[in-house]
Structure formats: C-alpha cells, structure tokens
C-alpha cells in the first residue's frame, strides 16, 4: 500500500506565522486606525476648504476651487473676528505663561504658607466645566459693574490659561538639577545672571510649550468666551453663529490655517529640540 503525505502541518505552520505577524503587528493597526479617526474630521475640514458649495451649506462636495482661499475674508466679520481672536491669544497666552511660569517657580522651589492652597486652585480651573467658570466670572463681572467687551475676554482667557502653564513648565522643574544653578553660583554668578545663563534656557522647552499651548486653548475657546463677550465676535463665536444660518467655506479655510500654523510651530518645536539635543552631545 503506498502512503500520501499530508500537507495539515504546513498549513497549521502558515497559520501559526500569520496569527504571530497579527498579535506583533495588532498594536501598530489599532494606532493606525485610532489616528485616521481623530484625524478624518480634520481631512473633511480642509478637503471641504476647496468646495463650491451653490448655495449657503458646505456640507456636500460641488467641485474644487481656490476662490476660499483667495477671499477668505469674503464673508462679512469674519476678518474682524479673526483679528480679535489671534489678539486675545497672543495677549492671554504671553501674559498667562509669564505669570504661570512664575508660579511655579514658587511652588516647586520654595515652602511658604498656603502652599498646598495654591496648589489646589491652580488645578481647580483645569476640573471645572466651562459653563461653570463662565458662568461664574459672568457673575463677577456684572457685580463689579464691567463693561462687557475686548478686557473680560482677555481676563477670562488669562485666568483659565495659567493653570496649564504652571502645569507645564512645574513639570519641567520637578526634575530640573538645582546643582548647575550652585555650580555657577560658586562661579562668581549671581542670582540674576544664573537665572539667565542656566535656568531660563534649561526651562525654554517648557515655556514654550506652554505658550503654544495656551495660545491653542485660548483662540479654541467658546463657552468662556460666550458668557463675557459682550458685543465682541471672536472666531469661535463667528463660527457658532454661521452655523445657524450657513456654513461658508471660509470657516473651513480658516479653520485649516489655525490647523496647519499649529502644526508648523510643533514640528519647530520639535525639530530645535532635536537639534539642541544633538549639539549638547
């Protein structure tokens, strides 16, 4: 009788290599596909940048132009809430980060009474709803008889915005080494000179990340906004109130240069970082 060899090992050796190749690749599909999802509404955003729409919605694709993107003030207040909206950020993230970098430098380097006090307000902002901080400095703002507008804004968007500084930057100085600032103290350093030479430049990362932070938080925002505008527009506003009547491809074109300036200044970022790194090896 003659014999026939069975191919089952085989197969249950391929099998075997494909389950294996699966589990040590399963991590890398599921980022795959968890960034394609965070990342779509954004690729819709800017695709639909490029439409031209015939009538006042953007919500269904009707040929590409650049038109959007060439009078991309071609709806009225749009310019003007842009304006204000990249001046409240520039203001509120300066002044936030400057005041918060400050804090924390108070924390972390020196015990004083109220300390744990502090601590607990700074977070506080960080795990409050909006619509309880807006209503809130609302309520403050119509006791203290202030006239709604440009100020309320910028002195909500500062309040908020200094608590992910000093989250930020007190990171960077948990683990900063206190030795390089008493090695160039011993040097002939004084105080002044060691926080120029040694500290501010070690911390540099981090107070810039929590600028650029603060910025992306304080042109974002609406709900804070909305409670202590007044008859100010800022973008966020704008958007809200275009969507109730139309949705104009200038929003969208709008929305992909905040998206794409924010983008460049992370991979700036980044690429100093990377660079500094490199050169202090």
Request: charged residues 10%; hydrophobic residues 55%; contains cysteine.
């Amino acid at each position: 009788m003659s014999s026939v060899a069975l191919p089952a090992p085989r197969k249950r050796g391929v099998l075997a290599r494909a389950l294996g190749f699966a589990r040590r690749q399963a991590l890398t599909v599921y980022s795959l596909l968890f960034f394609a999802y965070l990342l779509l509404p954004i690729a819709i955003v800017i695709a639909f940048s490029f439409n031209h729409p015939t009538g006042k919605f953007n919500y269904t694709w009707q040929g590409f132009t650049w038109d959007n993107w060439r009078y991309w003030d071609g709806v009225p207040g749009i310019r003007s809430a842009i304006i204000l909206s990249l001046e409240i950020a520039f203001v509120a993230s300066l002044v936030a980060t400057v005041l918060g970098t400050l804090i924390a430098l108070a924390l972390v380097r020196y015990g004083f009474r109220g300390r744990g006090t502090t601590n607990i307000l700074i977070f506080l902002p960080l795990s409050t709803p909006e619509i309880v901080l807006g209503a809130s400095l609302l309520t403050l703002f119509l006791n203290l008889n202030v006239i709604f507008g440009f100020w309320t804004i910028l002195i909500a968007h500062i309040m908020f915005c200094i608590s992910f500084a000093v989250v930020t930057v007190k990171a960077r100085l948990v683990g900063f080494d206190r030795h390089l600032e008493e090695a160039a103290m011993d040097l002939g350093a004084n105080e002044w000179m060691t926080f120029q030479k040694v500290t501010l430049p070690l911390i540099a990362p981090a107070i810039l990340a929590a600028l650029l932070l603060c910025f992306a938080i304080s042109i974002d925002d609406f709900v804070v906004t909305y409670f202590n505008s007044g008859s100010k527009v800022t973008f966020p506003l704008f958007v809200w109130g275009a969507a109730r009547v139309g949705a104009p491809p200038q929003v969208n074109v709008i929305g992909t240069a905040i998206f794409l300036v924010a983008l460049t200044a992370m991979l700036a970022n980044v690429l100093i970082q990377t660079y500094r790194s490199k050169g202090a090896e």
